[in-house]
């Protein structure tokens, strides 16, 4: 299973236990006539949150390996997703301070739950939603593009020490977690030797063109990350590294 598609489905999770916390806390304090046991219900609550908050360590622990390893610029939408994701923490902290601690801030305590329950979905909505539509609900490879289907322009694949140098410090620092460029083994992905002079991209099998290499940065095969933020001169310095191997 991709693991975006597992992180997808834990954060569908997480929305479903904001879900719970949202109804939980609206019996508690919404009712005249209480209808259920309030006891029972700000238990249910707080063990709720702690899941919760479990679920929220245990992705974002996924997310900073993630950043750590591509060292990736952010899209807008994961920077939105990151900034909803940070202010989720933020809040939380604040919360379970006054709930435990600032009691004469009790008051506040459940507009800044509804706040976070916002925030909740627009973090899940920009991340785990967005994936799960657009590879609709796992069934789908993020890109579209079929075999041998490319929307790149023809490239001339330069061959100066120039570039390919700057090419060479692009993929040291944005591939070489994934990739070994000196082999055929397979880290993540593939090992990058030949990659150009073989018939064949290791993966995709799509005739292994300068145009299809850049193709793959742009819309990935399979599993590894967009680079879609590259320039055009960035992709093109890229290519005349791998040109060389
Ligand atoms: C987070 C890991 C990761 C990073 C970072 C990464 N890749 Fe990949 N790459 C993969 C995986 C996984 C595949 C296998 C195909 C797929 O899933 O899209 C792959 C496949 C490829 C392929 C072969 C595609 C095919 O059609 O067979 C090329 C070329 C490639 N990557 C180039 C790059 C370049 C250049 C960079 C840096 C700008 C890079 N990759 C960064 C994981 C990564």
Redesign the pocket.
Same mark, same amino acid.
């Given at each position: 299973m991709p693991v975006f598609f597992l992180k997808s489905l834990l954060s569908i999770l997480t929305l479903a236990l904001t879900f719970i916390a949202m109804f939980t806390m609206f019996e508690v304090f919404g009712r005249q006539e209480k209808r259920y046991n309030i006891e029972k219900l700000k238990k249910i609550h707080r063990a709720n949150g702690v899941l919760y908050i479990l679920l929220f360590i245990f992705i974002a622990y996924f997310c900073i390996v993630?950043i750590l390893?591509?060292r990736?610029e952010p899209s807008p939408r994961a920077a939105f997703h990151a900034v909803f994701a940070l202010a989720v923490i933020a809040l939380l902290a604040l919360k379970i301070s006054f709930v435990m601690v600032y009691r004469q801030f009790y008051g506040k305590v459940q507009a800044i739950g509804m706040t976070v329950a916002l925030l909740s979905l627009g973090m899940v909505g920009a991340s785990g939603g967005y994936y799960l539509l657009i590879t609709k609900f796992g069934t789908e490879k993020i890109s579209g593009a079929k075999l041998g289907e490319t929307t790149e322009k023809k490239i001339t694949v330069k061959t100066d020490m120039e570039s390919i140098k700057r090419g060479r410090e &692009?993929?040291e620092s944005?591939?070489?977690?994934?990739?070994d460029a000196y082999s055929n083994k397979t880290e993540?992905?593939?090992g990058?030797k030949g990659?150009l002079k073989n018939p064949?991209?290791?993966?995709?099998?799509?005739p292994a063109t300068p145009e299809?290499?850049a193709n793959?940065?742009r819309n990935?095969?399979?599993?590894?990350?967009s680079?879609a933020y &590259?320039a055009d001169g960035q992709v093109a310095d890229?290519i005349a590294f791998?040109n060389t191997l």
């Amino acid at each position: 299973m991709p693991v975006f598609f597992l992180k997808s489905l834990l954060s569908i999770l997480t929305l479903a236990l904001t879900f719970i916390a949202m109804f939980t806390m609206f019996e508690v304090f919404g009712r005249q006539e209480k209808r259920y046991n309030i006891e029972k219900l700000k238990k249910i609550h707080r063990a709720n949150g702690v899941l919760y908050i479990l679920l929220f360590i245990f992705i974002a622990y996924f997310c900073i390996v993630f950043i750590l390893n591509t060292r990736a610029e952010p899209s807008p939408r994961a920077a939105f997703h990151a900034v909803f994701a940070l202010a989720v923490i933020a809040l939380l902290a604040l919360k379970i301070s006054f709930v435990m601690v600032y009691r004469q801030f009790y008051g506040k305590v459940q507009a800044i739950g509804m706040t976070v329950a916002l925030l909740s979905l627009g973090m899940v909505g920009a991340s785990g939603g967005y994936y799960l539509l657009i590879t609709k609900f796992g069934t789908e490879k993020i890109s579209g593009a079929k075999l041998g289907e490319t929307t790149e322009k023809k490239i001339t694949v330069k061959t100066d020490m120039e570039s390919i140098k700057r090419g060479r410090e &692009l993929y040291e620092s944005k591939c070489y977690f994934c990739h070994d460029a000196y082999s055929n083994k397979t880290e993540v992905g593939p090992g990058h030797k030949g990659i150009l002079k073989n018939p064949f991209l290791p993966v995709s099998k799509r005739p292994a063109t300068p145009e299809n290499a850049a193709n793959q940065l742009r819309n990935p095969y399979k599993d590894m990350p967009s680079f879609a933020y &590259l320039a055009d001169g960035q992709v093109a310095d890229i290519i005349a590294f791998l040109n060389t191997l």
